[in-house]
């Protein structure tokens, strides 16, 4: 089966579609995102004029609490970031949805990670790495940051950002076979 990368376009702010909303609790903005991520990508399949074809989104959120660490805006973003999650335990809430005709599946996967502490010579090294940006919560599980992980509770590919179990149970309700 081959597969095809539906892309934001030039004309569209893909950015925009991760905008927080006041009072917007962490699991129900990955979520939000998700299924605006989805549709914007259903849109551009239409647009291209695209046989139907299964379609699937994702999105990934950091929170700490009720408040949601998103992308750094710079290093020091990064830098507050990661001293905040220095020494304490936080989720990673991945959504994933499928679309296939005119029908929506959507799950959600919640992990736990735990920081030791992180002195903040080993943040500056990290931020000056560059892996934090582009990043929820400023950090890749898969990289270096990982020899600062005491644990993990949950699915390491829902924190690296795809969480497989459910992608692979949703496509499967989508009638896809692999």
Request: proline fraction near 4%.
């Amino acid at each position: 089966m081959r597969h095809e990368l539906l892309l934001p376009q030039a004309h569209e702010d893909a950015e925009a579609l991760e905008a927080e909303q006041a009072g917007e609790l962490p699991a129900d903005y990955c979520e939000r995102v998700t299924r605006a991520k989805l549709h914007a990508a259903r849109a551009r399949l239409a647009a291209m004029k695209g046989a139907p074809a299964p379609i699937l989104c994702s999105d990934t959120t950091v929170a700490l609490g009720r408040r949601i660490l998103g992308k750094p805006r710079d290093a020091a973003h990064a830098i507050e970031t990661l001293t905040a999650l220095s020494g304490r335990t936080h989720r990673v809430i991945t959504a994933v949805a499928v679309a296939s005709g005119r029908r929506e599946w959507l799950a959600v996967n919640v992990s736990r990670v735990h920081f030791a502490e992180m002195p903040a010579e080993a943040i500056a090294r990290y931020v000056a790495s560059g892996e934090p940006f582009g990043k929820a919560g400023a950090y890749a599980i898969q990289s270096g940051i990982a020899a600062w992980i005491a644990r993990i509770e949950g699915s390491y590919s829902g924190i690296m950002g795809l969480p497989l179990f459910e992608t692979a149970q949703l496509l499967r309700q989508a009638g896809v076979k692999f």
